[in-house]
Nanobody
Framework: QVQLVESGGGLVQAGGSLRLSCAAS????????MGWFRQAPGKEREFAAT????????YYADSVKGRFTISRDNAKNTVYLQMNSLKPEDTAVYYC????????????????????WGQGTQVTVSS
């Protein structure tokens, strides 16, 4: 089992920044990749970014590329999402997720690419 706890969400004005954290506990040594997804009201949960746990390779959705940065601290078993130049359309509940299988990048861009999920943290961007 892997437990994930997100933090760092809040209310910010458009153009501002936030840094989300996701602390992992439990069988973290089995983690192969971590991802961030988001879900706006009335919409499907969508992929934002993913990072491989060992090599640190990253990949982003087009909607956040150039504004968001995913990173990890292996010693702290924590993954981060630095969000800059925030827009009102970034408003959503943000979830982190863990892959313990070692799936392909294409699969990691979908919800089915992950085995464990956090409870989410709300990000609200005002215009």
């Amino acid at each position: 089992q892997v437990q994930l706890v997100e933090s760092g969400g809040g209310l910010v004005q458009a153009g501002g920044s936030l840094r989300l954290s996701c602390a992992a506990s439990g069988r973290t040594f089995s983690t192969d990749a971590m991802g961030w997804f988001r879900q706006a009201p009335g919409k499907e949960r969508e992929f934002a970014a993913t990072i491989s746990w060992r090599a640190g390779n990253t990949y982003y959705a087009d909607s956040v590329k150039g504004r968001f940065t995913i990173s990890r601290d292996n010693a702290k078993n924590t993954v981060y999402l630095q969000m800059n130049s925030l827009k009102p359309e970034d408003t959503a509940v943000y979830y982190c997720a863990a892959d313990i299988v070692g799936r392909s990048l294409i699969t990691l861009m979908t919800k089915s690419g992950y085995d464990y999920w956090g409870q989410g943290t709300q990000v609200t961007v005002s215009s």
